[in-house]
């Protein structure tokens, strides 16, 4: 309320080639602040989608790499199954060793 009664000075506005005479000061102060609070909203949009489009790269390469933690730890428990079938035959197989203390 301050700021629309103090400033009704009339001013004259230069955007590029246009040209807009006897506008009120306090509509100046009023829609700089409009344009810088739109520009503002605008940036942080363009920010949030570069963002979201970052994260959607990162949620493929956890999920890419679960899958082969997933995959590793299948290969690993059946080789620890063959290594203990291994083991089973070469105890059953082994020829005794009669120089053996």
Known sequence: MYVAQNNLIPVTLHLGPTIVTNIPLFYVIIGSLLTGLI????????????ITFSMRGKDTKIKEGKNEIADLTKRVHQLEIENEKLKDHSILEEPRDTNAL
């Open 39 to 50: 520009v503002a909203y605008l940036i942080h949009l363009v920010n949030t989608i570069f």
